[in-house]
């Protein structure tokens, strides 16, 4: 194994940014021409992060191989080169479940199946199998040290760092160093106790990652360190930010990469952070505001449309503006029915969801945006409700629906396609993760792309019934977008519309703030023009 593996742990609380540090260090050391991979641990039970609630942990991340991932590989995806497999992502429940089948399997031969070494050699065998073929490998370890739960993955990573030895295996730990109003200091204990922790199960940490809400002084460095047996140098701030794409700057000013390479003794060349310099500048100081309405359900939990958000904001600072993004909750807009809900948008965005709950405000958000022709994006829902608001309004096919909300829609425009509907008693399968698309010549969204070759991602299991296509094409709605293997809608437009465009993809998952998406650069920049046009 040449690759070199990076431990994360955090501790003390959650929440402290883990996957955003991980994702930060991965940008470093890419800009210093290393070829990295980060791969995430979660201590769940779960084997399929695609079945949690939103509500409870955010959004989904969907791979190009399809895998339904932890939002953390989000991240790691907006802020490096890193293409994210399901190699990227294991559980607890993946872990055990591959144990166990390989148990039944008779693979043990009999032996007393334990935690260590079974559960901690599969662990392992999985870290390896991710990291190999890069020269740096991030391990993120969901969870905070101290857990019950993340015990044999903290085992697992222990036993690979006495095993490699030799400057291959790197620890890094996050903690929070909290300002204590009352005594008016920066205290340093739970970073202790932390470190303590964490050298009681075998671990110790090479580096800290101290996340705190001011510098710290000279002394509290000097402090940690001798308490945590960490050098000096060693002890790294990691200040709150304004913007998130600044973590890799702020990190570098602390000489967290020079230290990574010295450690690992990796010979690279120095890293460049001028793109994240310019991406910081940019949404700092923007020359002008527009205003996007993001009308769903999960409204109230913004972590669950992570990537959405993330992807309206690299639009924002590639165009050198603010995206102020309202989240309307679409059940509401129902029940107040007032069009006051829309009346700041600049831009209405409807994103992907799943049931019935919220549709028929969306319905009325989408009337309202296209005859009032203000810039629409729908995405994956968003363009199956767009559909059914155009037969119902301009088709005159008062019943059209979704078989997802009505099974025996009379104009069953979105349904199943002919042979998921044979395997439904099964649960249908979903259409996961890249699928290509062949774009319409002379479109609006081939001209957005400047291609009419796309590859997206999806997560979706109902389709536009072809049916209705003809019908929807005579009356001014342009199917601009088709998968070429089973001639499946993958984009809409409307004809006398400045910007009305759906997607059945989710193209959110392949934004970054180097890389801006070409829809979203378009919807905001679109959405600016209505804005400055509305004065
Ligand atoms: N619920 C719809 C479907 O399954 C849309 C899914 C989505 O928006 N991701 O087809």
């Not at 591959?98 to 199946?113: A, D």
């Not at 009308?295 to 503006?321: F, W």
Request: one cysteine or more.
């Amino acid at each position: 194994m040449k690759t070199k593996l990076i431990f994360i742990t955090g501790g003390v609380v959650s929440s402290l940014g883990k996957g955003i540090a991980a994702a930060s260090i991965g940008a470093i050391l890419e800009s210093r021409g290393l070829k990295a991979t980060i791969v995430k641990l979660d201590p769940y039970i779960n084997v399929d992060p695609g079945t949690m609630s939103p509500f409870q942990h955010g959004e989904v991340f969907v791979t190009e191989d399809g895998y339904e991932a932890d939002l953390d590989l989000g991240h790691y995806e907006r802020y490096t080169n890193i293409i994210t497999s399901r190699k990227n992502n294991f559980t607890t429940g993946q872990i055990y479940h591959s144990v166990i089948m390989k148990e039944r399997r008779g693979e043990y031969l009999g032996k007393t199946v334990q935690v260590i070494p079974h559960i901690t050699d599969q662990i392992k065998e999985n870290i390896y199998q991710a990291a190999e073929g890069n020269d740096v490998a991030l391990i993120e370890i969901g969870g905070t040290v101290g857990d019950i739960e993340s015990l044999p993955f903290l085992e697992a990573i222990r036993q690979i760092g006495h095993e490699l030895k030799g400057n291959q295996t790197l620890f890094i730990h996050l903690t929070l160093v909290p300002w204590i109003p009352a005594a008016e200091e920066l205290k340093t204990k739970p970073t202790q106790h932390s470190v303590t922790k964490l050298r009681e199960i075998g671990i110790q940490p090479d580096i800290l990652l101290c996340r705190t809400d001011r510098d710290l002084t000279d002394d509290i460095r000097k402090k940690i360190a001798l308490f945590t047996n960490v050098t000096y140098d060693a002890v790294i701030q990691a200040i709150d930010v304004d913007c998130v794409y600044e973590v890799p700057l702020r990190f570098h000013d602390e000489g967290l990469d020079g230290k990574i390479v010295e450690l690992l003794q990796l010979w690279t060349k120095r890293s460049n952070l001028q793109v994240w310099a310019d991406i910081v500048h940019s949404y700092k100081n923007p020359k002008d505001s527009v205003n996007i309405g993001v009308v769903g359900k999960y409204v109230e939990l913004r972590d669950s449309y992570k990537s959405l958000h993330e992807a309206l904001t690299h639009a924002g600072t590639a165009l050198n503006l603010k995206v102020n993004i309202e989240y309307i909750d679409s059940e509401a807009v129902m029940a107040n029915n007032d069009e006051k809900a829309w009346e700041n948008c600049d831009g209405i965005l409807i994103p992907g969801g799943f049931g019935e709950r919220g549709v028929a405000g969306k319905i009325e958000t989408i009337r309202f945006a296209r005859e009032n022709k203000i810039p629409y994006f729908g995405i994956c829902l968003g363009l199956q409700v767009a559909i059914i608001e155009y037969a119902r309004n301009v088709l005159g096919l008062k019943e059209a629906n979704t078989t997802e909300i009505d099974k025996f829609a009379k104009d069953n425009i979105i349904d199943l396609m002919a042979e998921q509907k044979n395997i439904t008693d099964m649960g249908a399968s979903m259409r996961l993760g890249a699928y290509p698309a062949k774009l319409l010549p002379g479109s609006k969204i081939a001209e957005i792309y400047g291609s009419t070759e796309i590859s997206e991602r999806h997560r979706h299991r109902y389709e536009v019934n072809n049916k209705y296509v003809p019908l929807l094409e005579e009356k001014g709605m342009v199917i601009s977008g088709k998968n070429p293997e089973h001639d499946l809608v993958e984009t809409i437009e409307i004809k006398d519309h400045p910007w009305f465009i759906g997607v059945q993809y989710h193209p959110e998952f392949k934004s970054k703030p180097t890389k801006p998406h070409p829809l979203f650069y378009g919807f905001v920049d679109a959405s600016y023009k209505f804005k400055l046009k509305k004065k």
